[in-house]
């Protein structure tokens, strides 16, 4: 039987799906993924599987990044999202599982056919994240940095919070059946209302009056209002996503770098603002974040690892490279912040 809280991650892992799409990931979906996919991905009995080295895993929020660099193959990402009460973050249980279903899937090989034989090769880089709307335990932390899975938290960020609200006031009273049908029909409703797509009847049948009005209402609705949203990575290597009720300025961006400052220190709301700007001009921008602590105290323990500085200028300065949309066109920025962000971020933060 699916719980309503498992329902409401689903709920979440649809919504960041959607944001996701802003700066470049296409939702994975069997219905119109390629013919030469069919043989690592298949519809089961509740929902995508995709095939790992072992066995067939069911991932039900997957993406594909629409332009790969050179020289890597292209990209898919598992996303696994938690939306649980204010004051329980997410265990250890979480990271490992996601940890055990992407290994499995990047060790499986597909064969390739040439003219004397046949061989083995990787078709995709896999990757995960965990995306949390009440922080981690340090355990998690720990466990998912270790193997190289990102952690998003939500805590703190104005711009998000009516969608966590509106998920949140999603309850028992919202469904009609249970099980694993009431996690698809949740799921798939909110989908296509976000994405304009055909909506599957059958699906509105597992759920009351009461739940197809909240996600028809609120739940899209706060979702579609989050217009501004950027995946950036801190120090080339710690993931930030940065949230705006509008869309980034053009006229801020003339440049592809930009210096910041970090305001929030009495809210305890924390958001990047440009360095040179006045606010309500033009160039005026506010990103909200929200960083964990045990990942903040990491990056400022290891701030001059020569891995992460590109170089030598920024030894003195923190930087994010940040992806969207800004104008219409996709960019890639950089935002260079002052160095003490991060200590006035871990002597400020209430943790």
């Given amino acids: 039987m699916a719980t309503i809280t498992q329902i409401r991650g689903a709920l979440l892992e649809e919504a960041v799906l959607f944001l996701l799409n802003k700066i470049g990931y296409d939702t994975i979906d069997l219905n119109r993924a ?102 981690f335990t340090s355990g998690a932390i720990e466990y998912a940095l270790a193997h190289q899975v990102f952690l998003i938290q939500y805590e703190n960020v104005p711009a998000i919070q009516p969608l966590i609200d509106a998920i949140q006031s ?3 009273d919202c469904l009609v059946t249970t099980g694993r049908e009431a996690i698809s029909a949740t799921r798939g409703i909110l989908r296509a209302w976000l994405n304009n797509l055909e909506l599957d009847q059958r699906h509105e049948y597992a759920l009351s009056q009461r739940g197809i009005q909240l996600l028809r209402g609120s739940v899209t609705r706060a979702c579609r209002n989050i217009r501004g ?49 006045e606010r309500g001009g033009e160039r005026w921008f506010e990103l909200e974040f929200s960083l964990p602590p045990l990942v903040a105290e990491l990056v400022e323990q290891n701030w001059d690892d020569p891995v992460a500085v590109a170089a030598a200028k920024q030894q003195h300065f923190s930087y994010i490279d940040l992806s969207g949309v800004i104008g219409g066109v996709r960019r890639n920025i950089r935002l260079e912040l002052d160095r003490d962000w991060l200590r006035r971020y871990l002597g400020r933060r209430d943790f």
Wanted: charged letters at 25%.
């Fill in 229 to 277: 949203s950027y995946f950036g990575m801190l120090q080339g290597r710690w993931p930030l996503h940065l949230l705006m009720d509008e869309p980034l300025p053009p006229a801020a961006f003339e440049e592809d770098s930009i210096s910041c400052k970090l305001l929030g220190e009495e809210s305890g709301e924390w958001r990047f603002v440009p360095m040179y700007a």
């Fill in 170 to 172: 999603f309850d028992d």
């Fill in 34 to 135: 390629p013919r030469r996919d069919s043989e690592q991905m298949r519809s089961g009995h509740s929902g995508l599987e995709v095939r790992g080295r072992g066995t067939w895993h069911q991932i039900d929020a997957f993406a594909i990044w629409r332009h790969s660099p050179a020289f890597m193959y292209p990209l898919k990402l598992i996303v696994e999202a938690k939306c649980y009460n204010a004051r329980r973050p997410v265990g250890v249980e979480v990271p490992r599982n996601v940890i055990g279903v992407l290994k499995d899937i990047s060790e499986n090989y597909f064969t390739l056919r040439r003219r004397q034989g046949r061989f083995h090769a990787p078709r995709y880089n896999y990757a995960a994240a965990i995306f949390s709307t009440s922080g």
